[in-house]
Structures are given as structure tokens and as C-alpha cells.
């Protein structure tokens, strides 16, 4: 049986492969389902968000940047909270 080294060190390094059984690796496609599922990408929402282009002022968007990471989530939010109390017609 062929050595099973592991292929990531404690550091995460990608190991030297070039000695590695090539019959050891498999197509993706010959993966489990469930194992394909697990790698691509985070799952879907349930309720997704609508990519749209809208502009706005310097003021604004520097303000919701300066904030830091997750501004434009908290611009949509604002947004929301305004939606409670006004009508947008």
C-alpha cells in the first residue's frame, strides 16, 4: 500500500507531491457528491440580496467606508430602518 504523507504540513504548506502514487488522486468528478457539494463555495442564502449600480455622495460612501468592513451591509441597513418610517414614492 502506498504511503498516505500528509499533502499539508502544521504550517499549511503544500508538501513535495512529485513522489506522491499518482493513483492515490482521483478525478473531482469521481468525488462523493456530498464531497463536491462541500467545495464550491459558501451556500446560498436564503434570501439573496439584489446586485444593483446606485450612486450616492462623496459624503455618504466615505462616511459608510471610514466605518470599516461591512459598510455597504450597513448602508442597506440604514436604508432599511428608513423604509419603516418613510415612504419611498
Known sequence: MASRLPVIDKNGEVGDLSGADPK?????????????????????????????AIRLSPEVVEAFRASGKGWQTRIDAALKDWLKKHSPA
Request: no cysteine.
Open 24 to 52: 492515490l488522486f482521483k478525478p473531482f468528478s469521481e468525488l462523493p457528491d456530498s464531497l463536491q457539494k462541500k467545495l464550491r463555495g459558501r451556500p446560498k442564502a436564503a434570501a439573496t440580496k439584489e446586485r444593483i
